[in-house]
């Protein structure tokens, strides 16, 4: 069975030692909290991949303290080299993972056998603390089930992990404050940056930062390879990322996003009224609200409209929705229109949490 230990200055020395010696310990970073293991130490990797049920074509990221850390771990050409150097200065600790090169002391599982390492510096007491007392690289994905929603709680990885053999969870309360995981950025070697995943450092503060050091090239943000049929279908040969899959994020019952305009062309299911009584509305800024006396249960992410809030709520409100007794159906708010590149890292979720359903109620 895993355990959960309350954080501690003893908890966090018990923790580090266990790493050294191969274990798993999960951990809380500013985004979500992270399934870790010694990111040099093959053996101990394989086990992230067999607590998770994760395939092992989804490479890892590796959480470091210091950009001094990266040294070891990367082989970088002059442009990801100094695009690293700008970034990582700019936004670690933070919310932002940089892919480059990685060198050959790296362990191919963390790679997925690929040539490119994604490393970030996290915020969070708990995990700088961790990465000190360690003093290694710990490759970290988000500790939940493959495919499940992330977890923002230590309760939430031991729901998702707990029957895992000598997994410890450092517990730390309303810790995961951003709530959503890191922005993923690739550089390239030929002079391009690319956005796999979209977080709560935008493309736009990622220009600016890069311009300001004389560096001006256009940041592509990854358009979802996706074709939806009626069945919602995907399709996601050629991705970037191999984690990028549509269907994740997955809640345990079947998610749908409300849809409230109807532009020509667009494909949605139509579902009946009835099944509201078995359904909980997950809602943004009282949107949907006209659906709350109907529902079996209704959540808002944010009544005030705040993105954070919002990006902070969303993954427990989706556990949340999937353990209320009866519930059948969890109706997400769409959020595709609303233009802010922090609410687009949150609707990315929803989208994914939903597989890109859309319905109208009638
Ligand atoms: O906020 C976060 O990033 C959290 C915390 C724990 O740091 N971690 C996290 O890890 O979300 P994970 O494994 O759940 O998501 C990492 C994503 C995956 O989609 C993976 O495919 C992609 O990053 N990735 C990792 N290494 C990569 C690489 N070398 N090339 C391309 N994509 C990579
Ligand atoms: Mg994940």
Redesign the pocket.
Known sequence: MARILNYSEESIEYCAEALLNGHLVS?P????????ANALDASALEKIFLAKG?PKS??????ISSLFQAESLTEMPPFQRQCFDILGKAFWPG?L?L?VK?SNIVPRI???G?????I?I?LGRV?QELLEKANIPIA?????RFGHV?PTTAQHVFDDLGSYPDLLILDHSNFCE?G?????V?IYEDNRILI??P?SISSLQIKKILEENKIFTEIDIVKRAVKLNKNAIEETSGL?????LLT?YAPSIEAFIIKNDYVNGDFFQTFSRELLGQSVVIDFHSKNKNLEKQALCYLDLSVSGSVSEASRNLFSYLRKAEAIEKSKYILLPNLSFENSEEMGAIFDRIYRAASGKFIQIN
């Not at 989804?58 to 959480?63: M, Y």
């Not at 970290?140 to 939940?144: E, G, L, V």
């Not at 959503?180 to 993923?184: F, K």
């Open positions: 951990f970073t500013e985004t979500v909290y992270g399934l870790g994760r989804d490479p890892l990221i590796v959480h919310p993972t892919i990685a963390v790679t997925a690929g040539e490119s390492i994604a970030r996290p995990v970290a994905p988000s500790a939940n992330s951003i959503i995981e890191s922005t993923v690739k796999l995943r977080g970037d990322s191999p984690g990028q994740h």
